[in-house]
């Protein structure tokens, strides 16, 4: 079962109004267990409207969207929103902590709002995700206190809380200087690498997408160039 299947995604906005406007034209994308994908294209072209389509934080205006086998443009907004909870993490270009809590708790936050876990294994899946994310000696720090870099590796390791088979990166490199950028790609790869999830990865940096398995072209809201073909035969 692909993790994700989009057929004929559409996607207007302002609908039905003089200003309407059709930002996707018909995507088709399928991305299997295990595929890092890098989503490259000009700023304007659809790529954050896609991701937060795929991310189910928006619904497309037509065509089907499947994650994990579940299709979801039937679903109501509160099993969408379950499904987003747990299928799904999310890295963005601002990483969105709460400055007022440490790194650790921060992590732990997703897992508070869900019921799966009790609060001591709350507390041991925090504490294991900070220390995979290279951070232990920062847990009890506030994230306001914490630099760039190494806030976005709080932000990975939250986006893991709930072990989705889905992580949607919008820009995650995007702020960050060359060094800590290259740290929060490496921590993105190893994840896909040991867990399986599946990772779109949205960047302007053509260095960091050549080394993902493949790269989709997004230009005026449609996909203009697979390039899976040729990240397979290099055995990427
Ligand atoms: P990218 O992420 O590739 O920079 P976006 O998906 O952010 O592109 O935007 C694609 C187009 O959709 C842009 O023209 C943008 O102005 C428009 N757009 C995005 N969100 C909205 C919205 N909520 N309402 C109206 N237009 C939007
Ligand atoms: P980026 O280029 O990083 O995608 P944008 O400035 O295009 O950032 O968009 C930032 C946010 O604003 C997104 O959530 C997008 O959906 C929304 N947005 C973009 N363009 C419009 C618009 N014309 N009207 C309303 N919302 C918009």
């Not at 993490?89 to 709460?98: A, E, K, M, R």
């Not at 867990?195 to 072209?217: E, K, M, W, Y």
Request: proline share 4%; glycine share 10%; aromatic share 4%.
């Amino acid at each position: 079962t692909p993790v994700v299947q989009l057929t004929g995604i559409r996607k207007s906005f302002n609908v039905g109004e003089p200003n309407e406007t059709e930002v996707l034209h018909g995507i088709d994308l399928t991305l299997l267990r295990g595929e890092f994908c890098a989503v490259m294209g000009p700023s304007g072209s659809g790529k954050s409207t896609l991701l937060n389509i795929v991310g189910l934080l928006d619904r497309p205006t037509s065509g089907t969207l499947a994650i994990g086998g579940q299709e979801t443009t039937v679903l109501a907004d509160h099993e969408l929103t379950r499904l987003r909870g747990h299928a799904v993490g999310f890295v963005f270009q601002y990483h969105h902590l709460i400055g007022a809590f440490s790194a650790v708790e921060n992590v732990m936050m997703p897992m508070l709002g869900a019921q799966e876990f009790g609060s001591e294994e709350i507390a041991q899946r925090a504490a294991a995700l900070i220390d995979s994310v290279g951070l232990t000696p920062w847990r009890d720090s506030l994230a306001t206190r914490l630099s760039g870099g190494q806030q976005q590796r709080v932000a990975v390791a939250r986006a893991l809380a709930m072990d989705p088979i889905l992580l949607l990166a919008d820009e995650p490199t995007g702020n960050l200087d060359t060094h800590s950028a290259d740290l929060v790609f490496d921590l993105l790869r190893r994840v896909n690498r040991e867990h399986g999830t599946a990772i779109l990865f949205v960047t302007h940096n053509p260095q960091l997408a050549s080394r993902c398995d493949r790269i989709i072209q997004v230009v005026d809201g449609r996909i203009v160039q697979a390039d899976d073909e040729a990240g397979r035969k290099a055995g990427r």
